[in-house]
């Protein structure tokens, strides 16, 4: 019931994910071409745009192909492993096509370019909610997965006992499927906020003005945002979704000529449902945001930078 639990998880995933990726080819499409105040500045933001086109592909493949595949080459508890670990291996792929694009930025060029001696850090250049909803995906999938495996007695069921017998219900994520999804929840966060330093330590744009500059700073820690905060959510949602199935089916336990009912783990498991459901779909929601619109500064052209992110 959980593996099945799992791959229609993964399947609205999917949907999801393209839904994003064609929300933000007709937004951008409708926005059309811009005028941008130097040709360093046009170059940036068709490298950025580029970037994140790719990004979007990378996690989109991924997310289509990679269980299909775990589907066919892994059975039995493994298989449960790896697909709980599929979004993760998006997110990843989503990171290292955004890391590659700050690697290879436009570097400024000429002989007489403007560079202010600003610090900037990521706090300056990430948008405040994405990040903290990153996080919080992070911390609700880290405590769960701490709370399940303490409450699991094999690390791959949940168990109770009753006065006239015993009941178990799995896959439950207890510490055999929670050790590598806290690697890999870990992994993708930390993966996230190596490529946002990078946006904040990258060239200045030649020619441009510093607040221009910062809007398309701005702009890209936001794309890397949404799809890591995404990736963070639907991991946690998976997790909270198999967890509260065995809950439930362990609540209303059935033996031979024996029939229990746990209030306490029947509520439980259809509160991780629940809070599963709200967790995938708000981190859908918040990947379709788009990017807060920048107003241009005197004498600079910046439409377009508020294109979707």
């Not at 892994?74 to 997110?91: F, R, S």
């Not at 168990?159 to 050790?179: E, L």
């Amino acid at each position: 019931m959980a593996t099945s639990l799992g791959l229609v998880l993964l399947a609205l995933l999917v949907a999801a994910t393209v839904a994003i990726g064609l929300l933000t080819v007709l937004l951008a499409a409708a926005r059309g071409p811009a005028p941008l105040p130097s040709q360093a500045a046009r170059a940036a933001v068709r490298h950025g745009g580029t970037v994140h086109a790719i990004a979007l592909a990378s996690l989109l493949a991924a997310v289509v192909l990679v269980p299909p595949a775990i589907a066919r080459l892994v059975a039995g508890p493994a298989q449960g492993v790896a697909l709980g670990l599929a979004p993760a291996t998006a997110g990843l792929a989503f990171a290292a096509v955004q890391a590659a694009g700050e690697v290879t930025w436009p570097r400024p060029s000429g002989t007489l370019r403007r560079a202010p001696l600003t610090r900037r850090t990521v706090r300056d250049v990430a948008p405040r909610r994405l990040r903290a909803a990153a996080w919080g995906w992070a911390a609700l999938a880290l405590v769960t997965l701490v709370a399940c495996g303490w409450a699991s007695q094999d690390g791959r069921a949940i168990s109770r006992t009753f006065a006239d017998g015993a009941a178990s219900s799995g896959p439950f994520p207890g510490w055999y499927f929670g050790v590598p999804l806290v690697a890999a929840v870990l992994v993708v966060l930390l993966a996230a906020e190596g490529v946002l330093r990078l946006v904040a330590r990258r060239p200045s744009v030649a020619d441009a003005d510093p607040a221009w500059d910062m809007a398309l700073r701005r702009l890209s820690a936001h794309r890397v945002l949404r799809g890591t905060q995404l990736v963070l959510a639907w991991t946690a949602a998976g997790v909270l979704l198999v967890a509260g199935a065995a809950l439930r089916s362990v609540g209303h336990a059935v033996v031979p000529g024996v029939a229990s009912e746990s209030a306490l783990h029947t509520g439980l498991g259809s509160g991780a449902l629940t809070l599963g459901l709200a967790v995938a779909l708000t981190g859908t929601v918040l990947a379709l945001v788009p990017a807060t619109p920048v107003a241009a500064p005197t004498g600079l052209a910046t439409a377009g930078l508020d294109a979707p992110a």
